[in-house]
Structures are given as structure tokens and as C-alpha cells.
């Protein structure tokens, strides 16, 4: 990626830039003044002045001193805490948390330099379906499926297609976004892929998915359905003649509710079959885990009944 106005790769790029201390340093700032009173409370009471403290400010200052003096305790289990994440994530192969391992991993994991070739494109136009809040959501799950892309070891070949209108300006307006290692085009898949091309993913498809095909382009839907919109995508595909499909998620895993996942979801599946070939795996990596079925309610305990020698009546459970 290009340097503009001075601002460093690492400034622009949202995944790069991913240091929380500047959003610790002003969290702490709201905390300053308070501290600096209860000194000055404390004070006045070690110098007698307790006539002008209530006792509902003593059992305020001594409650904060407890936790003051718990504090070091606190900074020692929450480093411990992040230690565990850092090896975890390490274990999972993830990139490190460092801003300059960051900055130097990421950059190996360009589109351009990956392994994988498979194309992934989000069709973004449904801007006129969407209120602004879902036009805010399908945006966040945008940048979700960024992230993730941006973060795997061999990414996705990722397009954002028919990206204009409402959506596009809101997207413009966050300063960096136009840097993103991704293809982003206000023209139809059909200009950029030809029909014979793509496969557009929809729950509702009778088609399934067994494999992933490399030469061909997978379409996620941006739309943020709530029910109401269900089966637009299938329709949009059928009036297009377009080749459809749904993931194989009936075939490897059961749901608890309807089984649309946001688009996020969709791509990280994606992602994670092309790292694992495995789509049990790569479902149940990224769906949550209040939406899938735990083993006891796939397969529930019925209680039968039987009637022995002496007419009482038992029960047995299988």
C-alpha cells in the first residue's frame, strides 16, 4: 500500500493500526481527577479533619484504598491474562500482537503474495433495502471480513462489487478505508467476471456446496436480512440465470434457528475450508456457539415407560 499525506501504511490501515493504547490512555483520563480527591480527602483526614468528611465518604475512601492496594495484584493477572492469549493465538497461527511483527506479517500476507487463488466478491447492492442502521451493520461485517482476510496467512481473493450509493460514501468517509488490500469496484460482477462465472451463495439454494472451484466466483450477498428480505438473493440469482448455492451447513452441523448467517460469517467460512478442507471445522470455527446444537440436544434423552410384574408402572431413560 501507498503512503498519503504524510501518514504512514501502518496510520491508514485499519489491521495495522490495531494498538489500543491510545484508546487506554484516554480512557484513563476520566479517572485523574477522581484519584486526585480522594488524596486530598485522605489527607484531610490524616490531618484530623474528619468533621468535614461524612461516613458515607470514609466508606467511599476506604473501598477505594482497598482497591488501590489490590492494583499491582490486578496488573499482574490481567498481563498473565493476555500472555495466555498471545501464546493461544500463537498456537492457532495467528499473527503476533506487536505492532512491528504486525506490520511486517501482514505485508506477507498481501492478496498479491498468497498461495490461495480462490475469488470471494460481497455484491453490495442492496443499499436500497437496507435502513441506515442495517447499512451501518452490513459495513461493520465488511470490515469484519477484512480483518480476517487481511490477518489469514494466505488470503482470499477478495472484490467488493456494485459498491456505490449510500454504503460507498459512508465507506469513503473513514479515513483509510480506501487503502484496504481488496479489489473495490462500483461495476457488476457480470462486467468483471462474466455470469458463466460466479456462484451466488443463499441459504435458500437446493444446490450445495461440496467443494470450492477456483476458477469460478463466489458471491455473498451484502444484505443484512432480518427475515423479511429471505430468499431476495435466490430470486436475485434465478432472475439472472446465475449458478446458486448454499454452504454445506445442514450436512456437517445442526442449528439451533434458521441457518442465514451474517456476511462476515459466510466469508470467514470461506477462508477457513480454504486453510482446513474441512467443512465441519471451518463451520464450527467460526459460527457461534449458542447457534449450534449442543449433543444433547441433537440427540435428547427420551424417557420410556414399562409396566412390570406387579402392575407398577417404571420408566427407563435411552
Not at 484516554?26 to 474528619?50: F, H, I, K, M
Not at 467443494?211 to 440469482?237: F, M, P, Q, T
Not at 470461506?270 to 463451520?283: F, V
Request: net charge positive; proline share 3%; hydrophobic share 30%.
Amino acid at each position: 500500500m501507498e503512503v498519503h499525506n504524510g501518514m504512514s501504511e501502518m496510520e491508514l490501515d485499519p489491521v495495522l493500526n490495531s494498538n489500543d493504547n491510545s484508546l487506554s490512555s484516554a480512557l484513563c483520563y476520566g479517572s485523574v481527577d477522581n484519584e486526585c480527591q480522594w488524596r486530598e480527602e485522605r489527607c484531610a483526614v490524616g490531618d484530623g479533619q474528619t468533621s468535614s468528611v461524612s461516613k458515607n465518604q470514609l466508606k467511599k475512601m476506604k473501598k477505594r484504598e482497598r482497591w488501590l492496594s489490590s492494583r499491582q495484584a490486578r496488573r499482574q493477572e490481567q498481563a498473565a491474562k493476555r500472555k495466555q492469549r498471545k501464546l493461544e493465538a500463537r498456537l492457532r497461527g495467528e499473527p503476533s500482537s506487536s505492532a512491528g511483527s504486525n506490520r511486517k506479517l501482514l505485508k506477507l500476507s498481501s492478496m498479491e503474495l498468497s498461495a490461495c487463488r480462490q475469488r470471494v466478491a460481497i455484491d453490495m447492492s442492496f443499499d436500497e433495502l437496507m435502513n441506515e442502521r442495517d447499512l451501518c451493520k452490513a459495513l461493520n461485517q465488511l470490515a469484519q471480513c477484512y480483518a480476517v482476510n487481511r490477518r489469514a496467512k494466505n488470503p482470499l481473493q477478495f472484490h467488493v462489487v456494485n459498491f456505490r450509493g449510500t454504503s460507498r460514501v459512508n465507506f469513503n468517509n473513514i479515513p483509510g478505508n480506501n487503502n484496504w488490500d481488496v479489489q473495490l469496484s462500483e461495476e457488476d460482477y457480470e462486467q468483471l467476471f462474466g455470469l458463466w462465472n460466479v456462484v451466488y451463495l443463499t441459504s435458500e439454494s437446493p444446490n450445495v456446496v461440496h467443494e470450492l472451484d477456483e476458477s469460478k466466483v463466489y458471491i455473498i450477498g451484502g444484505l443484512v436480512d432480518h427475515n423479511h428480505l429471505k430468499g431476495r438473493c435466490l430470486e436475485l440469482a434465478e432472475q439472472r440465470r446465475m449458478a446458486h448455492a448454499r454452504l454445506p451447513i445442514d450436512e456437517h452441523v445442526k442449528m439451533n434457528a434458521r441457518r442465514v448467517l451474517s456476511i462476515n460469517h459466510v466469508f470467514e467460512i470461506l477462508l477457513r475450508y480454504t486453510e482446513t478442507k474441512n467443512w465441519q471445522l471451518a463451520i464450527e470455527t467460526v459460527v457461534p456457539k449458542r447457534k449450534l446444537q449442543t449433543q444433547q440436544q441433537q440427540h435428547p434423552t427420551v424417557a420410556t415407560s414399562t409396566e412390570n410384574n406387579n402392575g407398577h408402572r417404571t420408566s427407563s431413560d435411552d
